[in-house]
């Protein structure tokens, strides 16, 4: 099992230029999160899937982020223009919810984000 | 919505040593918290986790214990290792959601 693919690892850009992310998650596995993770500071949801719907996206900087995850399986995340403050790492997560309730979060190695 | 708080934010301990960290979350509808280890540079890694009907669960050298009617659940870590020096993230996920809230994370690190 390839687990959850992220890419590019690494990405500097100059600030006000535009930014991608891509992500692949872990094959069957209906919910897709994208995290936000700064310099010391524990990882801060961004959106959430449910297959191809986001159900949660109330932490999402909609006037310059945005995200879709088309056909319910692989998701984009998109910044323009992009900030200083948006250097991070950018975590992409899936997991698979279970008839009995449980959840268990499966993490991609992060994009890291340096805006210059 | 849910709020994770997580202490000590740094903790240094001697090899072989035990270690706890702590966490309290808010919302008395959260049912699932994972704990989770991220080495630098790399991506964070469960590495147990316990549901609310149970108080406590064991793997090896780890534990946690959960306390719903506190709202607070530990990690405890025991005959720690060099290995084990990572930052050590909480987190608490409640239905129908299953949203997850981290903890800011804890610094541990194990000194030969």
């Known amino acids: 099992e390839a687990g959850v693919v992220q890419s590019p690892r690494y990405k500097i850009i100059e600030k006000k230029q535009p930014v991608a992310f891509w992500c692949n998650p872990i094959?069957?596995?209906?919910?897709l999160y994208w995290y936000l993770q700064n310099l010391g500071q524990g990882p801060e949801l961004l959106i959430r899937?449910?297959?191809?719907?986001?159900?949660?996206d109330s932490q999402l900087p909609k006037d310059r982020f945005s995200a879709e995850r088309l056909k319910g399986v692989d998701s984009t995340l998109k910044i323009q223009p992009a900030e200083l403050g948006d250097s991070a790492v950018y975590l992409c997560?899936?997991?698979?919810?279970?008839?009995?309730?449980?959840?268990?979060?499966?993490f991609g190695a992060g994009s890291r984000l340096t805006v210059l | 919505g849910e709020n994770v708080e997580q202490h000590p934010s740094t903790l240094s301990v001697q090899e072989g040593d035990s270690a706890v960290i702590k966490c309290t979350y808010s919302d008395s509808a959260s049912n699932y918290f994972p704990w989770y280890k991220q080495e630098l540079g790399k991506r964070p890694q469960l590495i147990i986790d316990i549901r609310s009907n149970v108080g406590e669960k064991k793997d090896q050298r780890i534990a946690v214990t959960l306390n719903k009617t506190a709202k607070h659940f530990s990690l405890h870590i025991t005959e720690t290792q060099p290995e084990d020096s990572a930052v050590y993230f909480c987190?608490?996920?409640?239905?129908?959601?299953?949203?997850?809230?981290f903890g800011p994370g804890t610094r541990l690190s194990v000194l030969p």
């Open positions: 899937y449910e297959n191809e719907e986001a159900v949660d």
């Open positions: 987190a608490a996920s409640s239905p129908p959601g299953q949203n997850f809230v």
């Open positions: 997560a899936s997991s698979l919810i279970l008839s009995s309730g449980a959840n268990v979060l499966t």
């Open positions: 094959s069957g596995h209906n919910t």
